[in-house]
T-cell receptor, first 115, second 115 residues
Framework: EDQVTQSPEALRLQEGESSSLNCSYTVSGLRGLFWYRQDPGKGPEFLFTLYSAGEEKEKERLKATLTKKESFLHITAPKPEDSATYLCAVQALYNSGGSNYKLTFGKGTLLTVNP | DTGVSQNPRHKITKRGQNVTFRCDPISEHNRLYWYRQTLGQGPEFLTYFQNEAQLEKSRLLSDRFSAERPKGSFSTLEIQRTEQGDSAMYLC?????????????FGPGTRLTVT
């Protein structure tokens, strides 16, 4: 069964203090790894998709990287508006008895950036 | 607004009552997904449609739950004889698969509270 583990569960940063969030995964063949941002009471907002080890994507202060076992979301010089829960999810190539398109999510990392 | 929309945004119901939620996907998207999210957890897959066909249902989806997507457009999720354990955020997502890409975009969710 596909599994996604995110760490840390919560992270507090000062504005401008760069850091990284971790997403470790176990999947029977990776179709894609996805990062989402979720604000309280709202649906997840799509950030990135990564497909193969070594791939990197950037958006403003965020950079996502992928290896064969984990992904990192690097946050450079964060601002208070970056405070949110960041979710990681995987989509498997093979899924015995089911579809290959469902996303399996981790529990998320709650990021708080203090001014 | 061309994103995924969900109605209602909030629903409070008494145990034993039936509830129905609606999801309108992004117009050109042919895949539609339902997920459920409880506090402190990532979204969990419930079911998915390709056009009007329901192609997978999770073990989480008991026989009290039913989903439809008539004519491959909007979708409804009905919960019969609600229980307190059904209290959660119900999220809808849609995607348009292009080659290997299947990026899912989420709606704002429907928050269900069963009293």
């Amino acid at each position: 069964e596909d599994q996604v583990t995110q760490s840390p569960e919560a992270l507090r940063l000062q504005e401008g203090e760069s850091s990284s969030l971790n997403c470790s995964y176990t999947v029977s063949g990776l179709r894609g790894l996805f990062w989402y941002r979720q604000d309280p009471g709202k649906g997840p907002e799509f950030l990135f998709t990564l497909y193969s080890a070594g791939e990197e994507k950037e958006k403003e202060r965020l950079k996502a990287t992928l290896t064969k076992k984990e992904s990192f979301l690097h946050i450079t010089a964060p601002k208070p508006e970056d405070s949110a829960t960041y979710l990681c999810a995987v989509q498997a190539l093979y899924n015995s008895g089911g579809s290959n398109y469902k996303l399996t999510f981790g529990k998320g990392t709650l990021l708080t950036v203090n001014p | 607004d061309t994103g995924v929309s969900q109605n209602p945004r909030h629903k409070i119901t008494k145990r034993g009552q039936n509830v129905t939620f609606r999801c309108d996907p992004i117009s050109e998207h042919n895949r539609l997904y339902w997920y459920r999210q409880t506090l402190g957890q990532g979204p969990e897959f419930l079911t998915y449609f390709q056009n009007e066909a329901q192609l997978e249902k999770s073990r989480l989806l008991s026989d009290r739950f039913s989903a439809e997507r008539p004519k491959g457009s909007f979708s409804t999720l009905e919960i019969q004889r609600t229980e307190q354990g059904d209290s959660a955020m119900y999220l809808c997502a849609s995607s348009l698969r292009q080659g290997a890409i299947d990026e899912q975009y989420f709606g704002p969710g429907t928050r269900l509270t069963v009293t």
